[in-house]
């Protein structure tokens, strides 16, 4: 369970580092309205895959932009230079309490591999739309104290 912590840790940094590189026009970026919490993963998710990193970032609440690659890292359990290996096979609310909800990511770290990763994703309710919460985060900020009760029972 420390582990898959980390690891959504370790993928908000990955992100969010590699949200800061690169040009290109930004203007052209749009976050997709209106998104379960399931939907928001796996968008964050096929950007992340697809090297979009900055449109992956328009799904990590702006309180843990800071730690974008960290969400990435520990979503994944893979690196923005390794993520396009891996494959997101399903996504499930566990828990939800008001703005807060907890999620189970099912994924496989390589084609055509058996080996399987289950990860424990925070999510928060921001003016209607759903963003992911940095892990880490999570448990140290009082103000994620039902959420973090909703990913401990995982």
């Given amino acids: 369970m420390k582990n898959k912590f980390l690891a959504v840790a370790v993928l908000m940094m ?9 040009g290109g026009n930004d203007s052209n970026l749009t976050r997709q309205a209106n998104l379960s919490p399931e939907a928001v993963i796996q968008h964050f998710f096929e950007a992340a895959k697809s090297s979009r990193m900055k449109e992956a970032a328009l799904y990590v609440s702006p309180t843990s932009m800071g ?10 359990g ?6 396009k290996n891996a494959n997101l096979l ?3 609310i566990v828990a939800q309490q008001g ?14 591999s058996l080996s399987l990763i289950l990860k424990p994703v925070g999510l928060e309710k921001i003016n209607g739309e759903w963003y992911i919460v940095d892990y880490d985060q ?14 401990t029972g995982i």
């Fill in 67 to 76: 730690d974008t690659q960290t969400v990435l890292k520990f979503v994944t």
């Fill in 14 to 22: 990955a992100l969010l580092l590699t949200a800061g590189c690169g």
């Fill in 99 to 112: 703005n807060y909800a907890a999620a189970l990511a099912t994924m496989q770290t390589e084609q055509n």
């Fill in 138 to 151: 999570i448990f140290r900020e009082s103000k994620y104290q039902i959420l973090a009760q909703l990913l």
């Fill in 78 to 83: 893979q690196s923005s230079a390794t993520i």
């Fill in 90 to 92: 399903s996504v499930k």
